[in-house]
């Protein structure tokens, strides 16, 4: 198999777009893919201070790595969960944060460590018990991601969901005709009183083509699942997707491109209006006077009391 551009032996094939590259070819196409989809959608200008959300995953590494091969002023946020962190630096919380280390050091780049269990004396997804661990762990990642955004003074949050994320939530929404949550899935949340702007560029990138862009670059990332996420509603979602594209590959693209533009037609974004602010840390809610974050360690501290 020959690369389409070169005819070099190719090192990739992506079957969705029957284009078989070579390593040169292949990080060159990555890179303009993620600065395509920056214009796009307007996501930042090189004038912006970027807040990139690394989980020490692929994905995240490698966004984080793009961007400041691109030229932008980008900052790595590391949100340690906590997660095995009994086990010490072999958890997977502390292994995933060292990933996330090497690579500031290897691109020359700040990092920002915030350390959930440190602060409040649990891992994340045992902060709340009666809820299911991702979802306590997304709502403690979305408080902090902001928290952090507006403290430093950052324009924008960037965050490394790929095509494969993208189309697990939206066929999730789909089959639940979510309309409030189909609303607001786009590539761009933009900023809201209280609410950081929040980007995904690499929404038209797999996660095969991330991994294959961070082998290639060399960039060390964690490979372990997150122990909590084995029930998790998304990986169900992606085991679907992986058996639709293997029988018609090209499906996930095609079907993320048509939904957006039946969104622009038919479900565009409307502002929210209905946001109070939290009574402790002063970000919107629509929960009342605490937002769902504090409300978590509200019942922590009582039953500690």
């Known amino acids: 198999m020959l690369c389409r551009k070169c005819k070099e032996k190719a090192v990739i094939n992506l079957r969705q777009y029957n284009l078989p590259l070579c390593k040169e070819h292949f990080i060159e196409r990555y890179i303009s893919v993620v600065e395509d989809t920056i214009r796009r959608f307007k996501m930042f200008s090189r004038n912006d201070k970027v807040l990139v959300a690394v989980s020490g995953g692929k994905d995240s590494l490698a966004l984080w790595y793009v961007l400041k091969k691109l030229g932008y002023k980008v900052t790595g946020l590391y949100i340690n969960l906590g997660i095995e962190n009994e086990k010490g630096e072999e958890g997977y919380s502390n292994m995933s944060e060292r990933c996330c280390k090497n690579l500031a050091e290897k691109i020359d780049s700040e990092l920002i460590v915030e350390n959930v269990y440190q602060k409040y004396g649990s891992p994340a997804p045992l902060l709340d018990r009666n809820r299911a661990p991702c979802s306590v762990c997304g709502i403690t990642k979305r408080h902090i991601m902001n928290e952090v955004a507006k403290k430093y003074g950052f324009d924008v949050v960037a965050t490394g969901h790929n095509l494969d994320d993208e189309v697990a939530t939206l066929l999730s929404n789909v089959l639940r005709w979510d309309e409030e949550y189909l609303k607001r899935q786009y590539p761009v949340l933009p900023a809201e009183d209280g609410f950081s702007k929040k980007v995904k560029p690499l929404v038209f990138l797999t996660e095969k083509e991330n991994l294959a862009f961070c082998i290639f670059e060399g960039i060390e990332f964690y490979h372990e699942e997150c122990p909590f996420s084995k029930d998790a509603t998304s990986i ?39 946001l109070g602010k939290c009574s402790i840390c002063g970000q919107p809610t629509t929960a009342g006077d605490m937002c769902a974050f504090h409300r978590i360690i509200s019942k922590i501290k009582v039953q500690h009391n």
């Open 236 to 274: 169900f979602m992606k085991n679907i997707w992986a058996q639709i594209e293997e029988k018609m590959p090209g499906s996930k693209i095609r079907f993320f491109r048509e939904f957006l533009e039946f969104r622009k037609k038919f479900l565009s974004q409307e502002e929210r209006k209905d």
